[in-house]
């Protein structure tokens, strides 16, 4: 008897037969039926594949095969998931014992079954600025499912549920204000879909325009006369009031009627506020009886013509009591006009009262000069005002410090103890300034004496030599050294001496002589009996 093996029979569950259209996301399950028509046992082994992206499962393991005995059949369960669109195949293979093999292959083709589309419809050719006009937005379900949507139209949001099939329209009205804002934009949204329409209308102004004859420039706190060109672009006649509304632009206020297409000239005084300078601009309102308010931006450059400016270049950071110090301070018209000013200029306990003139760019120069015959604080001030309308005033101020004169002149002297035949001496400026000093030494007369000139925190030293020598040789058994200079004497005068015999040095005691600053060496136990006492001056020696 001969065997065969039946055709193999697929059998569609769910009611979804394949080579038909499906959607995304779509999922179903079929089977596959094998049936043994041979007359003996016979061994199947079945397999499946599917295309890239599409998902085929099988209901149980069929491992390396099965049997089935004769008139036998199997039953195969399977499912199907497309999550991506496009188009898709899967295959089944089976082959029986006896070497015959049987494959099916099945196409689907998947689409996006959620589709809304969006109409806008204008309603009217043109469009006018600052006009309600009606359009009318139109969402329609095309697609297979029903979909709760997002909507919205130009920023106003609404929410809409559709049936397949089913539409929703909507009736909108469209105003702007300014020819580039043309557009009405609608978007729709939900989990499934995200889709946005941009609609253009043709915009233009079918009212009124209000353009400037000229360019406008004026000086703060000066009136310039100028004007606008109102023209009516409507298709009817309108009335117009012209009202005031800035501070710095006057205008007569007035009611008129322009025909379509007619213009009218209107004048406007327009006056800068003080403190305006570069450019600006102001309005004036229209109220138009077709249109409603209408606000013409007036543009205008405020000029810089009562600008001055304060120059000084002093330092106030060095000053003594008893300076007698003079300042400097310019006063320069930086504006566009001539203008005069007054003022006060006050420096230390001087005063001075300014009255002048200047002409554009012009500079002027005062000097002042006081003596500081005290210390503390003091003050250096300028007040200026300029005489036009706004009146404009600029302070100029420094306080700062005048040093003691003690702080600034000084000096200390420093001797050495006598040892072994010589002695030092030291000399320091410990003033602010430079100082200029005079130093001797003595007994009843003078010895040797030296005067040089020390920066701020400078010292000098000299030596002392020979003092045995010249006590046997002159008797002298006291010395005294002296130091002279601005600041450490009682009359706060320099004394000056250009003759140099020699000089002396450094010691631990320190004396501070704002009256003369004198020290004493007493010698006398100090010196052995037969030592010769000698000066001898040589490059700081003495």
């Known amino acids: ?18 080579g038909e259209q ?28 599917v295309s890239s992206g599409a998902v085929l499962s099988l209901s149980e393991s069929l491992g390396d095969g099965f049997f089935l005995m004769p008139g036998e059949q199997k039953l195969i369960s399977y499912n199907i998931s497309l999550p991506f669109k496009g188009n898709y195949s899967s295959s089944f293979k089976i082959i029986d014992s006896k070497g015959k ?53 130009n920023n106003d949001p609404f929410s809409v549920s559709l049936l397949p099939g089913t539409f929703k329209e909507y009736d909108m009205e469209f105003y702007s204000v300014s020819l580039e804002n043309n557009q009405v934009i609608v978007s729709i949204k939900n989990g499934n879909l995200s889709k946005t329409v941009t609609e253009s209308f043709n915009l233009r102004n079918c009212d009124t325009t209000a353009v400037i004859l000229e360019d406008v420039k004026s000086c703060p706190g000066q009136t310039i006369t100028s004007s606008i060109i109102l023209k009516n672009l409507g298709f009817s006649q309108d009335a117009y009031q012209i009202i005031n509304s800035s501070s710095n632009i006057i205008i007569e206020p007035q009611i008129f009627v322009l025909e379509s297409n007619e213009e009218k000239i ?80 006050i420096y230390g306990n001087q005063k001075m009262n300014l009255n002048f003139y200047l002409e554009p760019k012009e500079i002027m120069v005062f000097n002042i000069s006081e003596y500081f015959n005290y210390s503390g604080d003091a003050k250096a001030e300028l007040i200026i005002k300029s005489n036009n309308y706004c009146e404009k005033t600029k302070t100029l101020s420094e306080t700062f410090n005048v040093n003691p004169f003690d702080k600034c002149y000084s000096g200390k002297l420093e001797v050495q103890e006598y040892f072994n035949g010589y002695s030092r001496v030291k000399v320091t400026n410990i003033g602010l300034r430079q100082n200029e000093y005079f130093l001797t030494v003595f007994n009843n007369s003078q010895i040797s004496n030296m005067s040089f000139s020390l920066n701020s925190t400078q010292s000098k030293e000299y030596q002392l030599n020979n003092l045995n020598e010249i006590m ?37 005691k320190e004396y501070y002589s704002y009256a003369g600053l004198v020290i004493l060496i007493i010698l006398i136990s100090l010196f052995v009996k037969n030592n010769v006492l000698k000066l001898k001056g040589s490059n700081n020696k003495l």
Not at 22 to 33: A, M, N, P, R, V
């Open 101 to 153: 093999t049987e494959t099916k292959s099945f196409n689907y083709e998947v689409a996006d079954c959620h589709n809304v589309d969006i109409k806008i419809i204008s309603e009217n050719d043109n469009y006018c600025l600052r006009q309600n006009m009606p359009y009318k937005v139109i969402v329609n379900n095309n697609g297979k499912y029903k979909e709760n949507l997002f909507l919205m139209i």
């Open 266 to 345: 209107i004048e406007f005084d327009l006056m800068p506020s003080c403190g305006e300078i570069g450019l600006r601009s102001g309005e004036i309102n229209i109220i138009s009886h077709n249109s409603g308010l209408i606000k013409s931006k007036i543009n205008y450059e405020a000029l810089n013509c009562f600008e001055f400016e304060i120059i000084e270049a002093n330092n106030f950071m060095d000053y003594c009591e008893n300076d007698n110090k003079n300042i400097t301070i310019s006063i320069k018209n930086k504006g566009l006009l001539a203008d005069s000013y007054t003022g006060l200029l």
């Open 1 to 18: 008897m001969k065997l065969q093996i039946t055709s193999l029979i697929f059998l569609f569950f769910l009611g979804i037969a394949f």
């Open 472 to 508: 046997n040789d002159y008797g002298i058994s006291v010395f005294s050294v002296n130091i002279l200079g601005k600041g450490v004497d009682l009359t706060k005068q320099t004394r000056y001496s250009n003759s140099i015999t020699g000089m002396i040095i450094l010691s631990v």
């Open 22 to 49: 499906h959607c995304i996301d779509d999922s179903f399950g079929s089977s596959i039926i094998v049936k043994n028509d041979y007359s003996g046992v016979e061994y199947y082994k079945v397999s499946s594949a």
